[in-house]
């Protein structure tokens, strides 16, 4: 029997490991790695990629046959994980192939795409350009963007823009509809009802103190004669308006108020009156016979308009007040029924929301819990920048457990900067009404 030369299977170790080939793509994964590679010399093209999404494989063979035919030592490749490398940021997260050229530390080409005839059409021009010393299209530190990316960068944004634009007319058209529907429902709910103000100056006496609405004169004479047996009085109710409440009021007329109606308004407290036409008079605009009732026409005056005194609004004058000369307006009531619906829903809240309530139908839309594991965060990324508008909250986990879960954070950017620990990723969406 032969003894086992000593030493054997050791040595036969060491041959296997010195015949083992080199592999084709130096693996970097930080910026010490990195820096280290932007001092090879030759041409260098880095496969760049996510962590998540892995190196482009099947472009192996085609590098290796380019770097036998024609490469040799002047070129040389590398492949690149992007999470980790700071010169890299911009890449963090996508999943498209992406070769960078390099030749003396700095990027002279890069693309994107697994295009197998392009990238070998690159990989030679850049390639001769190297070896026959020739000068790139551009040279630039690898942490900044090349022409492609800028082109890309700008589609982008110019994509973005249109998205916004078209998003922010969207949701205008929609306001806008939403504000017609309820806008008719209010016209038609309201075709019985108008309203009526009085100003502040009708309640005070001869010394400018406040007075009973029944020591009034112009309040006397508006319930027991103007509107008896035209209009009922459903409400009254004393209000000190303000700036935004008269900046609304007047919506949907074309009324003009001037300062010293406005300065009238203002002080003091005026009387609202809520009204119902008298079922004696069924078939007259509710709008038209009210003014005529007040002013003596079909028609809203101006309040600089000097009236007739046959008119109500025209024969009546603060108690306090001398001069013949001054101009002192004292009823004003919507012109139309847009208007009117404005001064209900402004004026007559409880009123309008009980009596009147109008529901938006849109609004109701059922509302889906999606749940998916921080794995496939890429893949969601895309479907919520798609989905954007109909996304009601979204938000990263640290379990499935609704009483137990604890919120990591409220978007993919601020859970792969802040969090180390990956755990799960519950959503909530919105569907749509169909």
């Not at 504000?179 to 009085?198: P, R, V």
Request: overall charge neutral.
């Amino acid at each position: 029997m032969m003894r086992r030369k000593r030493g054997g299977l050791r040595t036969a170790r060491k041959m296997a490991k010195k015949t083992t080939p080199a592999a084709l793509q130096t693996e970097i994964s930080n910026n010490e790695e990195w820096e280290k590679l932007l001092t090879k010399p030759g041409l260098i093209v880095v496969d760049i990629y996510s962590e998540w999404s892995g190196p482009c494989t099947g472009m192996v063979s085609t590098l290796k046959k380019i770097k036998m035919e024609i490469g040799g030592d002047t070129l040389s490749y590398a492949m690149a994980m992007c999470d980790y490398i700071t010169n890299l940021e911009r890449f963090q997260g996508k999943s498209e192939p992406t070769w960078m050229f390099i030749h003396n530390g700095r990027m002279v080409n890069l693309i994107f795409g697994a295009d197998c005839p392009q990238l070998l059409k690159v990989l030679t021009m850049e390639l001769q350009r190297v070896q026959n010393n020739e000068e790139h299209e551009f040279s630039l530190d690898v942490s900044e963007r090349s022409p492609e990316e800028m082109k890309r960068l700008k589609i982008i944004e110019e994509t973005r823009i249109a998205k916004e634009t078209a998003k922010k007319a969207r949701k205008e058209a929609e306001g806008i509809a939403r504000y017609e529907a309820e806008m008719l429902y209010l016209t038609t709910s309201l075709s019985k009802e108008t309203c009526l103000l009085l100003f502040p100056w009708v309640f005070k006496d001869e010394e400018c103190h406040k007075r009973d609405k029944r020591s009034s004169p112009p309040y006397i004479e508006l319930v027991e004669e103007i509107l008896i047996g035209n209009y009922t009085v459903e409400q009254e109710i004393r209000k000190r308006l303000d700036e935004d409440i008269l900046s609304t009021m007047f919506n949907e007329s074309n009324y003009v108020l001037s300062s010293n109606a406005k300065q009238l308004l203002l002080d003091g407290k005026c009387m609202f009156m809520r009204l119902k036409v008298s079922e004696t008079k069924p078939e007259i605009d509710v709008h038209k016979y009210l003014l005529n009732l007040l002013f003596g026409e079909p028609k809203l005056p101006n309040t600089e308009t000097i009236l007739n005194e046959e008119c109500y609004a025209g024969r009546h004058r603060p108690a306090y007040i001398t001069s013949e000369n001054e101009i002192f307006p004292i009823v004003w009531t919507p012109p139309n029924c847009r208007n009117k619906a404005i001064v209900f829903r402004t004026i007559f809240p409880t009123y309008t929301n009980t009596t009147y309530h109008y529901e938006d139908k849109t609004t109701k839309v059922p509302i889906v819990v999606f749940k998916y594991d921080y794995m496939r965060k890429n893949e969601l990324k895309m479907v919520l920048q798609e989905f954007e508008d109909e996304v009601v909250n979204f938000g990263i986990f640290e379990s499935d457990k609704p009483l137990e879960a604890k919120l990591i954070a409220k978007n993919i950017t601020e859970f792969e900067l802040n969090t180390k620990e990956r755990t799960g990723i519950c959503r909530y969406w919105t569907l749509s009404c169909k």
